[in-house]
Nanobody, 123 residues
Framework: QVQLVESGGGLVQAGGSLRLSCAAS????????MGWFRQAPGKERELVAA???????YYVDSQKGRFTISRDNAKNTVYLQMNSLNAEDTAVYYCAARKGTFLTGSYTAYDYWGQGTQVTVSS
């Protein structure tokens, strides 16, 4: 069983930056695809970015150039650097893991989830 714990959320002004972290335990971290999803009130959960064990990253088009996903297999941690934040980025951000190397944006394909961390961007 894999446990995921997110941190780094908070309140930030528009145009600001945040770095989210997700620490994993209980599994072979390097063998998992790690993803960041977000869910705003009244909206469906959506992929932000994902990265596989080969460090290949996938981004939703609207996040390209603003967000960067990375992972440190030695620390069992995945990060999401978010820059130029705007009010539309306000959501609960979730870390997720799935076995294998295939990058997918379908949240049903992910086996393990963190509890989420709130990101609020004030305009």
């Amino acid at each position: 069983q894999v446990q995921l714990v997110e941190s780094g959320g908070g309140l930030v002004q528009a145009g600001g930056s945040l770095r989210l972290s997700c620490a994993a335990s209980g599994g072979t971290f390097s063998s998992y695809v790690m993803g960041w999803f977000r869910q705003a009130p009244g909206k469906e959960r959506e992929l932000v970015a994902a990265i596989n064990s080969g460090f290949t990253a996938y981004y939703v088009d609207s996040q390209k150039g603003r967000f960067t996903i990375s992972r440190d297999n030695a620390k069992n941690t995945v990060y999401l650097q978010m820059n130029s934040l705007n009010a539309e980025d306000t959501a609960v951000y979730y870390c997720a893991a799935r076995k294998g190397t295939f990058l997918t944006g379908s949240y049903t394909a992910y086996d393990y989830w963190g509890q989420g961390t709130q990101v609020t961007v004030s305009s």
